[in-house]
C-alpha cells in the first residue's frame, strides 16, 4: 500500500471549513483514496473515499488533485464535534487480502470556539 | 442495515489469565472480518483477518489468536495474557466486493495488570 503524509495536527475555528490535506505521491493507479476519523476512545468512523474524481456526502468533501499525489478532506462548517484524529490511508481496490487498510498517525483536529 | 457489535465495552485482567474478546457482524452474509489493535498513543495496527469460517490470517507474530466459528463472528483469544497485550483493540468488517469499505466496531478496551 502506499505510504501517507499528514500533518501531526491543525487547528480550526467552529463554523469555518476544515481542510486536512494528505500527500500520497506514490500512490498507484489502482488505489484509493480513504478517509477515517477517529474521536477518543471510539472506533474509527468512515467518512469518504474517492479513485480520482472529487467526491462529496454529507459529511465532508473529498478534492484529489489530477496527478492523484495528494489529496484535502474538506469539512465545510466544522463543529467541536468534529474534533477528532482523522486518517488517510491509500488501499487496492481488490477485495479479499487486498482490503487491508493500513493506519498513519493522522492530524489530530482541533475545533475551537 | 449492518451492525457491528464487539464486547466486553472494557476489561481488567490479571497477567497469565486467558483473553477472549467477541465480534458479530449483522445484516450482510460472507463479510471479510478484521481485528486491530491500538496501543495508547499509537496508531491501529492489523492483528487477525479472515474471509471466511475458518481462514485466518496473521499479520504479526504475538500472543493472540483469531477464530472465526461461524460466518458472522469473530473472536480474539488469548492463553496467557502479558502487560504489553494492553490497548484498544477493534474489530472490523468488509464486504467481498472490490472496493469495499471497513467499517468498525466501538472497541474493546483491555487492561493487563
Known amino acids: 500500500d502506499a505510504k501517507t503524509t499528514q500533518p501531526p495536527s491543525m487547528d480550526c475555528a467552529e463554523g469555518r471549513a476544515a481542510n486536512l490535506p494528505c500527500n500520497h505521491s506514490t500512490i498507484s493507479g489502482n488505489e484509493y483514496v480513504y478517509w477515517y476519523r477517529q474521536i477518543h476512545s471510539q472506533g474509527p468512523q468512515y467518512i469518504i473515499h474517492?479513485?480520482?474524481n472529487n467526491e462529496t456526502n454529507e459529511m465532508a468533501s473529498l478534492i484529489i488533485t489530477e496527478d492523484r499525489k495528494s489529496s484535502t478532506l474538506i469539512l465545510p462548517h466544522a463543529t467541536l464535534r468534529d474534533t477528532a484524529v482523522y486518517y488517510c490511508i491509500s488501499r487496492p481496490g481488490a477485495s479479499g487480502t487486498a482490503s487491508k487498510l493500513t493506519f498513519g498517525t493522522g492530524t489530530r483536529l482541533q475545533v475551537t470556539l | 442495515s449492518q451492525t457491528i457489535h464487539q464486547w466486553p465495552a472494557t476489561l481488567v485482567q490479571p497477567v497469565g489469565s486467558p483473553l477472549s474478546l467477541e465480534c458479530t457482524v449483522e445484516g450482510t452474509s460472507n463479510p471479510n472480518l478484521y481485528w486491530y489493535r491500538q496501543a495508547a498513543g499509537r496508531g491501529l495496527q492489523l492483528l487477525f483477518y479472515?474471509?471466511?469460517?475458518?481462514?485466518i490470517s496473521s499479520e504479526v507474530p504475538q500472543n493472540l489468536s483469531a477464530s472465526r466459528p461461524q460466518d458472522r463472528q469473530f473472536i480474539l483469544s488469548s492463553k496467557k495474557l502479558l502487560l504489553s497485550d494492553s490497548g484498544f483493540y477493534l474489530c472490523?468488517?468488509?464486504?467481498?466486493?472490490?472496493?469495499?469499505?471497513?467499517?468498525f466496531g466501538e472497541g474493546s478496551w483491555l487492561t493487563v495488570v
Open positions: 479472515s474471509v471466511g469460517i475458518g481462514q
Open positions: 474517492g479513485l480520482k
Open positions: 472490523a468488517w468488509s464486504s467481498s466486493a472490490p472496493g469495499n469499505t471497513i467499517y
